[in-house]
């Protein structure tokens, strides 16, 4: 069985963990990138580059 039917079934209301992950990468990262790869419309990779600035 697929994950996003195994949460759909068991999470009924709750946010998918694939969403999730994203909404966390973005609450942590304060410069960077956020990739996300799909195969056949579904989400199955999250890429999260941090860059760190430092003043001249």
């Known amino acids: 069985m ?3 039917k195994e949460q759909s079934k068991g999470e ?24 996300l790869t799909v195969h056949e419309g579904r989400l199955v990779q999250v890429d999260v580059t941090e860059r760190h600035r430092y003043p001249n």
Do not use: N
Not at 12 to 35: H, N, Y
């Open 2 to 4: 697929s994950a996003t």
């Open 12 to 35: 009924s209301g709750a946010t998918p963990r694939a969403v999730q992950t994203v909404l966390d990468a973005l609450e942590k990262l304060k410069f960077g990138a956020i990739q």
